[in-house]
């Protein structure tokens, strides 16, 4: 019972893991579309950052929206612990979730859109699991760049809520903030699911 109660409540400062100075190897290219997926992106792009759960599914559901979109990336954000690795975000001290970094065209492909995907593709009533996963990395969370973003973000989410309460569902637990520092995770992460179809989370 202490352990699961460990990985659904968030760490305080001083009981977080110490991480280190500098980040942790991740792969350089999009396995897909080879871009890179560190930068710097063209002019004109912006970045969205969701948590949706495993960030393996997570993320093909973004990439496979195709025009648009520039690259997509697994990574942690909102969380205490400096340049994470894996297993210190699944021991649950450290805070991050497990998110997803889409970078895309705003002129072909609209935030709003991104957002449809996110609400649509996961349950966004759950708090710290997501279906069978449980732990504060599977946490719905929306992580803003700006005003804009967060205005859009917040409407939508009001939105759903309405359409979600007249279906039976509780209330929504999404977290939106302002995007916290985004790590990049491991290379053997970046877009899983195609090179391993059959994978978890699939």
């Known amino acids: 019972m202490f352990f699961l109660r460990k990985k659904t409540a968030l760490p305080e400062a001083g009981d977080a893991l110490p991480g280190?100075?500098?980040?942790?190897?991740t792969a350089e290219r999009h396995f897909l579309n080879k871009r890179s997926l560190a930068g710097p992106y063209p002019?004109?792009?912006?970045?969205?950052?969701?948590?949706?759960?495993?960030?393996?599914?997570?993320?093909?559901?973004?990439?496979?929206?195709?025009?648009?979109?520039?690259?997509?990336?697994?990574?942690?954000?909102?969380?205490?612990?400096p340049n994470p690795?894996?297993?210190?975000?699944?021991?649950?001290?450290?805070?991050?979730?497990?998110?997803?970094?889409?970078v895309f065209d705003p002129a072909l492909l609209p935030y709003e859109m991104l957002l449809?995907?996110?609400?649509?593709?996961?349950?966004?009533?759950?708090?710290?699991?997501?279906?069978?996963?449980?732990g504060t990395q599977y946490r719905s969370g929306i992580y803003v760049q700006d005003e804009a973003?967060?205005?859009v973000a917040e409407r939508s989410r009001a939105e759903y809520q309405q359409a979600l309460q007249q279906r039976g569902y509780g209330?929504?637990?999404?977290?939106?903030?302002?995007?916290?520092?985004?790590?990049?995770?491991?290379?053997?992460?970046?877009?899983?699911?195609?090179?391993n179809p059959a994978g978890y989370c699939g």
Not at 85 to 102: A, D, I, L, R
Request: aromatic share 14%.
């Open 20 to 25: 280190r100075a500098n980040p942790i190897p």
């Open 85 to 102: 690795t894996y297993e210190e975000v699944c021991s649950g001290q450290t805070g991050h979730n497990e998110v997803v970094k889409v």
């Open 149 to 151: 973003q967060r205005a």
């Open 43 to 81: 002019e004109g792009l912006q970045t969205a950052i969701f948590g949706l759960g495993c960030f393996w599914g997570a993320e093909r559901k973004f990439w496979k929206i195709g025009d648009g979109i520039w690259i997509t990336a697994v990574g942690y954000t909102g969380g205490l612990t």
């Open 116 to 134: 449809k995907a996110f609400w649509e593709n996961h349950d966004p009533t759950q708090g710290m699991r997501q279906g069978n996963d449980v």
């Open 171 to 195: 209330p929504i637990t999404t977290e939106i903030l302002d995007a916290p520092d985004f790590y990049f995770a491991e290379d053997y992460h970046q877009q899983y699911l195609a090179r």
